[in-house]
């Protein structure tokens, strides 16, 4: 059985960074492609990353240059580093995980529970 586990939110100021982690419990599929979403209050879930298997990368016009995400396969972690942050990056951060065209169509079939980040003076 799959598990994703989203940590690291909290408040932080504009302009501040934050890290989060996603832990993958159980044996994921290596093919499968890694995200992170993130929905703010009254907006649908967007996807903010992705990596996939290959190493390819792809950001939301609104974080690139500011965010970067990356794995560590020894620690079965995925980590979302967010710099610069602003106001409109508060939001709830999500974890997903599955084949590539279940990503892009935002119906990976595992997720995680969430993480909440606000960012306010």
């Known amino acids: 059985q799959v598990q994703l586990a989203e940590s690291g939110g909290g408040p932080v100021q504009p302009g501040g960074s934050l890290r989060l982690s996603c832990l993958v419990t159980?044996?994921?599929?290596?093919?499968?492609?890694m995200a992170w979403f993130r929905q703010a209050p009254g907006k649908a879930r967007a996807g903010v990353a992705a990596?996939?298997?290959?190493?390819?990368?792809t950001y939301a016009d609104s974080v690139k240059g500011r965010f970067t995400i990356s794995k560590d396969n020894a620690k079965n972690t995925l980590y979302l580093q967010m710099n610069s942050l602003k106001p409109e990056d508060t939001a709830i951060y999500y974890c997903?995980?599955?084949?590539?065209?279940?990503?892009?169509?935002?119906?990976?079939?595992?997720w995680g529970q969430g993480t909440q980040v606000t960012v306010s003076s």
């Open positions: 997903a995980a599955d084949k590539r065209s279940a990503v892009v169509a935002g119906a990976a079939r595992y």
């Open positions: 159980g044996h994921m599929y290596r093919m499968y492609c």
């Open positions: 990596l996939e298997s290959d190493g390819t990368v």
